[in-house]
Structures are given as C-alpha cells and as structure tokens.
C-alpha cells in the first residue's frame, strides 16, 4: 500500500510541476515575442522618421569586412 501510495505522489507531483514549467516556458516565449513585436514596431517608427537608415548598417558591415583597396 505504501509503495502504490509513493508511486501516486510521485507521479502527480511531477506531472504538476512539469505543467507549471511548460506554463512558464510557454508565458516566456510569449513575452519575447512581444517585446521582438514592439521592437520591430519602433525600428519602423525609427526607419520612417528617418532617425535610422537600414542601407548605412549594412554598408558599414560591408566596408569592414571588404576595406578599401589602395590602387
């Protein structure tokens, strides 16, 4: 009866403690969705007010990687 008893215990403790976890890693993603959502959103307020240019990352990037060649 004991050894049923234990095997009961464990069996619906985990199962809850797993479900919470799988709660807070479904509530995580869900947050870093949003904030990825409302990033986007300001980056494109940025882009139309023209405080940031998207070509000029990209050109830098390039230029470091591929410097000028003296010739």
């Not at 797993?18 to 890693?25: D, G, K, T």
């Amino acid at each position: 009866m004991k050894e049923y008893g234990d095997d009961y215990l464990e069996r619906t403790q985990y199962a809850d403690c797993r479900s919470a976890e799988l709660q807070r890693e479904y509530k995580r993603k869900e947050q870093q969705k949003q904030r990825q959502k409302d990033f986007e959103k300001q980056r494109q307020e940025r882009i139309m007010n023209g405080e940031e240019l998207p070509w000029l990352h990209k050109k830098i990037v390039r230029e470091q990687l591929q410097p000028y060649s003296n010739g």
